[in-house]
């Protein structure tokens, strides 16, 4: 097994084999703004699929909601978003003139790596200085983080909006209509997956930090005496998540916020952070935000949004646990996590050890030549197979370029009609990780490949 990725080696490879583009690369791409294609699209929906199947399908106290983009201006004003949500700007006054985040810069400086004099663990020093060129920085300005927009035909006439910074507010605003309709009682939770936007100062690391991004939330409501027992329940149920599809528990921890660095609303909040190869970063936040975004919006709107338990007549605002994970960064993660290289019969091979379960594609259906009545064997394996999972049908190049094409994307499962196939009707069956190779039936095959999509796996970095 290597541990030799790096951030440009998966760069490389997704470009490579089709998972992730530069956004309109004809015109010269646009920064930190990314298009999915087929592979990537298939893994980063695998990733949404299993997150929907862990908080719906396997509890019953998560409801769904799919809450639009646009919403009402006064929601923004009501969650603090107008009036703080920014970000310390400092430019660079030398000679690459690059903007940068403050407390970026301060933070790192106090890890001893960008300011001089900066010891690790000391105070942060009070001169920083850019990274880039060594420039001097302007003083911090703040930046609010919203895209802003019209709705109307003449901007100039039209109402202001903004593109929503998360996901949150659209679960929050809808909390009378969930509880209402959803016959819930807390403790229970709204969950949603959809698109937020930031004007970062300084975007990073591929996917990772972006423009426009993908929440996967989850605000669940409890009595405000559970909140403290929910957020412990929470943090590790996500944990649990994450390992389950495959990820290195030493590669994952769970560090809780200073109470620096807590927000206005919240008592606390840990971060599920990975070691990226960029070092330690979050993937996910599980807050505790108490009762305050219902009783900003309550007083905003003047509409009621406590809760009374038909049980004991107890009247409250239920307070909120948020576990708020990013699709985007957790298909990084498990891309990363999946990466090896290693050398197989002399030649190096590059391999996405992906759980199967998050793999593009299931199984690849390969004829070890093009006559023989091989390819037609093989189609017809290949479509009846499609039809339960996804699957491929490869008949370009030798069988060894095929199979390193697929292993590259992840494909757990490789199917390969032969002459022994036109002779008994049984196929080659080859492993992505162990590379081993076994014959079966093929009328077994798709009830044995379903049978294995549904074990228990561990990612083989973990066997020795």
């Known amino acids: 097994m290597s541990e030799a990725v790096t951030m440009e080696k998966i760069v490389a490879l997704c470009k490579r084999r089709g998972f992730i583009f530069q956004s309109s690369e004809i015109y010269g791409g646009m920064a930190s703004v990314y298009d999915y294609g087929h592979y990537g699209t298939l893994l980063k929906g695998n990733v949404k699929a299993e997150w929907w199947r862990s908080v719906l399908q396997e509890r019953d106290d998560v409801v769904a909601l799919d809450a639009a983009i646009l919403m009402h201006p006064r929601t923004w004003e009501a969650s603090g978003h107008l009036a703080g949500f920014t970000d310390p700007l400092v430019q660079c006054l030398g000679d690459c003139k690059r903007r940068w985040r403050e407390d970026h810069l301060r933070e790192a400086s106090n890890r001893g790596v960008v300011a001089e004099g900066g010891a690790e663990g000391g105070e942060a020093p009070l001169e920083l200085h850019c990274p880039q060129c060594g420039g001097e920085l302007t003083e911090p300005r703040q930046f609010n983080l919203m895209f802003?927009?019209?709705?109307?035909?003449?901007?100039?006439?039209?109402?202001?909006?903004?593109?929503?910074?998360?996901?949150?507010?659209?679960?929050?605003?809808?909390?009378?209509?969930?509880?209402?309709?959803?016959?819930?009682?807390?403790?229970?939770?709204?969950?949603?997956?959809?698109?937020?936007?930031?004007?970062?100062?300084?975007?990073?690391?591929?996917?990772?930090?972006?423009?426009?991004?993908?929440?996967?939330?989850?605000?669940?409501?409890?009595?405000?005496?559970?909140?403290?027992?929910?957020?412990?329940?929470?943090?590790?149920?996500?944990?649990?998540?994450?390992?389950?599809?495959?990820?290195?528990?030493?590669?994952?921890?769970?560090?809780?916020?200073?109470?620096?660095?807590?927000?206005?609303?919240?008592?606390?909040?840990?971060?599920?952070?990975?070691?990226?190869?960029?070092?330690?970063?979050?993937?996910?936040?599980?807050?505790?935000?108490?009762?305050?975004?219902?009783?900003?919006?309550?007083?905003?709107?003047?509409?009621?949004?406590?809760?009374?338990?038909?049980?004991?007549?107890?009247?409250?605002?239920p307070h909120v646990i948020e576990p708020s994970a990013g699709a985007d960064r957790g298909t990084l993660a498990f891309m990363v996590d999946a990466y090896d290289e290693e050398e197989v019969e002399g030649r190096e091979r590059v391999v996405l050890r992906l759980h199967p379960r998050l793999a593009p594609v299931k199984a690849a259906v390969l004829p070890l030549v093009n006559k023989d009545g091989q390819p037609e064997k093989a189609r017809a394996i290949y479509e009846e197979l499609r039809r339960r999972m996804p699957a491929e049908f490869d008949t370009g190049g030798s069988i060894g370029k095929r199979y390193r094409r697929q292993d590259e994307i992840g494909t757990p499962w490789g199917v390969t009609v032969d002459h022994q196939t036109m002779e008994d009707d049984t196929v080659t069956l080859r492993d992505r990780d162990s590379l081993e190779q076994s014959r079966i039936s093929a009328g077994e095959l798709v009830a044995d490949l379903e049978r294995r999509l549904h074990e228990p796996w561990r990612s083989p970095k973990l066997i020795s």
Request: charge should be negative; aromatic fraction near 14%.
């Open 148 to 317: 802003e927009t019209h709705v109307g035909p003449v901007a100039e006439e039209g109402s202001t909006v903004y593109l929503r910074p998360e996901t949150a507010q659209g679960i929050f605003v809808n909390f009378k209509n969930v509880l209402q309709f959803a016959r819930k009682r807390p403790p229970f939770g709204i969950a949603q997956v959809g698109k937020a936007f930031r004007n970062e100062i300084t975007t990073q690391s591929f996917i990772f930090r972006t423009y426009e991004f993908e929440q996967m939330e989850i605000e669940f409501f409890v009595p405000p005496a559970e909140a403290e027992i929910w957020h412990e329940r929470w943090m590790e149920d996500r944990m649990r998540w994450y390992t389950d599809l495959g990820l290195r528990p030493d590669h994952l921890q769970l560090r809780p916020h200073g109470a620096d660095e807590l927000s206005h609303y919240s008592s606390a909040t840990s971060d599920i952070e990975y070691l990226f190869p960029m070092g330690w970063s979050e993937l996910e936040g599980i807050a505790n935000r108490g009762d305050f975004d219902l009783t900003q919006h309550a007083e905003h709107s003047g509409e009621k949004m406590d809760y009374v338990d038909p049980g004991t007549g107890e009247r409250y605002v």
